[in-house]
């Protein structure tokens, strides 16, 4: 399924997030979420000489949406490795980081990715589609315990030793 960049994601408070970040032109900023690229490219609009905007995705397809812009530089990686990242671009500090946490439109929309409630397709939700274990290894081989502890510390439920049972 082919998406373009207007349909990938649409960000939610957008300015008001961004207006938070109080953006100088020469500033150094982190997008650690880049998705559709909505955020960082209003943080791009707002740089100058001397800006400049490091934008993570851990997802293959939001390279789709990388900006040609001499301030912007594209991670393709998770960002708990924000650190080495900063450290091999010769960052020692930075003005803002931007987190829009979770997944995007563009996952729920593809059925492929496994995330969908209106399309059927394998259970996957990887975001990283280059990591080993789908949702689909974790619920068909996971014993009962450890996948009730995962339902009830990552998804908050309350009847997960029901629901690992089934
Ligand atoms: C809610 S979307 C962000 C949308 C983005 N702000 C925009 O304007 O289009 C979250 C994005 O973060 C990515 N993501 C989630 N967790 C991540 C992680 N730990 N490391 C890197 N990227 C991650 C997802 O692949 C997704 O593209």
């Given amino acids: 399924m082919e998406k373009d960049e207007l349909t990938y994601h649409v960000p939610v408070l957008l300015k008001e997030s961004v207006d938070g970040m109080n953006i100088r032109p020469d500033g150094t900023y982190v997008d650690v979420t880049f998705g559709g690229a909505g ?27 990388i900006v040609d812009d001499p301030h912007f530089i594209f991670v393709r990686s998770n960002f708990r490795y924000l650190h080495n990242f900063l450290r091999y671009h010769d960052i020692e500090q930075v003005d803002a980081i931007l987190a829009d946490l979770g997944v995007s439109s563009h996952h729920f929309d593809d059925s ?55």
């Avoid at 068909?140 to 908050?156: C, K, P, V």
């Fill in 39 to 65: 955020h960082s490219r209003e943080i791009l609009s707002r740089l100058g000489e001397g800006g400049r905007l490091l934008g993570f995705d851990q997802d293959e397809d939001a390279e789709r949406n």
């Fill in 112 to 166: 492929e990715r496994g995330f969908s409630f209106r399309f059927d397709g394998d259970l996957d939700m990887r975001m990283n589609k280059r990591a080993g274990l789908t949702a689909a290894d974790i619920v068909n081989t996971y014993e009962e315990e450890r996948l009730a502890n995962i339902f009830y510390l990552y998804g908050e439920l309350k009847n997960s030793r029901k629901l690992a049972s089934m």
